[in-house]
């Protein structure tokens, strides 16, 4: 059985998402460009060539800014 406090925050995202849809209406179309589909490279050899990088400085971080 759900809570209250479930039942009212599910019964929030609802009005919510109905308030965000009569509000498109009023929103036109935007034309997107169409996809290349040629050129380029597969996706499974991007995934396999793919990096990330970080880059940290010296300098101490304050104790206001670190997480609790």
Excluded: H, N, Y
């Excluded at 997107?32 to 940290?56: D, H, T, V, Y």
């Amino acid at each position: 059985m759900m809570s209250v406090k479930s039942v009212v925050g599910v019964l929030g995202v609802a009005m919510m998402a109905c308030a965000s849809w009569a509000g498109a209406a009023d929103i036109p179309d935007i034309e997107l460009p169409a996809p290349r589909m040629e050129g380029g490279m597969p996706l499974m050899e991007a995934l396999k060539i793919r990096q990330s990088s970080r880059a940290f400085g010296a300098q101490k971080l304050p104790m206001q800014v670190l997480p609790v």
